[in-house]
Structures are given as structure tokens and as C-alpha cells.
């Protein structure tokens, strides 16, 4: 359907392949994943949506810089990579302390007394920046897309084939803000939330750990 509608606008139709490899790696946990699921247990569907539509933001400026061609400018200029990279490593690793703190102390406010306002800008910004400084999207956009876009290809097959990462993204991203609604409740309980933030901190460590040692 998704397909179909985009030939019908004149982008051309996003070819199966490229939709079938955006399957495999949207299904795959990441950083965005953690970030997400955990946004929606503490301060609920609105927060987690939130998260999900910082996530899409930043994947489709990326998508849409790679197919400007200023995406491979970042990637082949070291000072700007290596700067983008190391924020996002930054970033990643305050993510992980303050969970971790949060799992150590153990201390909750009651779900009344979240603000939602709040929330749902803590997690536009979290998901946001979590991507946005994820310099190795900018790699792995440009590795996969010329293997499915003709280098003469009009910039909208490039566009229509780039956001079609976030636009897959969003939609898993929403089914699991809608999980975790639902096993919200059973999830809000102190000793379950210090597991969940335990086990998010360290994910999310793990995560700026490997970007870190990843060859640039």
C-alpha cells in the first residue's frame, strides 16, 4: 500500500529489496528502542509518542541529507564525524547514568504527580538526540541506498526510498509505545522499574560502548 502510494505521487516505487533489508534492521533493538519502551513506562503513551517522533525526525533529516548528497560531506570530513560521533557517545552515556542512578536510588514519584507536559518534551528530546548524533546512520544510509537508487535517479525515488526507514521505524515504534501502555501498570511497580532501569542503563551503555569502538 505504502509502495503503491508513493508510485501514485510520482517518487516511484520503493523497491521490495531495499523494504525487506529496513524490515531486518527496524526490527532489531537499538538505543531508540530502549529509549522508547522506557519513556512509555515512565511517563506513558503520550511521552513514549513523543520519543517515537524525535526518533522519525532525526532518521528523516539524515535520510534527507544522504540524499542531498551532504550526507557523505559529514561522513568524509573527519573533524565533523568524529565530533558527531563523540557527542552521540556522550549523549548515550548520561542516558545510561541517569537510568542507572535511578535504578540505584530506587526512588519514584507517584504517577500523579508526573507532568505530562514534561515528559513528552524529555522524550521528543531524548529521541531526537539519541539519532541525530548517531553519525554511523549517515554510513549506513549511504552504503545501502546507491545499491538500490541509480546514481541519475530524481531526488524524490532518493527521498521516497530514505524516509522509508523512519516512516517502517515509526510504525514498530508506535506498536511497542502501545505495549508498554498496556503493561504499564504491571511494569510501575518500584522493584520492577529499578530492573527496568538497571537493565536499560546498561543496554544503553552497551550501545555507546560499541559506536566507541566501532573503526571510523
Known sequence: MVVHELSMIGVGAVDLGFILVVLVVVAAPGADFV???????????????AT?????????????LVSLGLGALIVQSQPVFLT??????????FLAASSLRSAWRGQYAS?????VSGQRA???????????????????YLSLLPQFVAPGAALWTWLAHAWMLPLVGTVWLLAVVVLG????????RPLVRRIIDAISGLALLGFGIRLALQRD
Open 111 to 115: 504517577v500523579n504527580a508526573i507532568q
Open 84 to 93: 558527531l560521533k563523540w557527542l552521540g557517545i556522550a549523549y548515550l552515556t
Open 52 to 64: 517515537v517522533l524525535g526518533v522519525a525526525s532525526a532518521s528523516a533529516i539524515q535520510g534527507t
Open 181 to 188: 501502555g498496556v503493561l504499564r501498570d504491571r511494569l510501575l
Open 35 to 49: 529509549i522508547t519502551l522506557r519513556n512509555t513506562i515512565t511517563g506513558g503513551r503520550s511521552a513514549g509518542t
Open 122 to 140: 524529555r522524550g521528543l528530546r531524548q529521541g531526537f538526540l539519541s539519532n541525530i548524533t548517531n553519525p554511523k546512520m549517515f554510513v549506513f
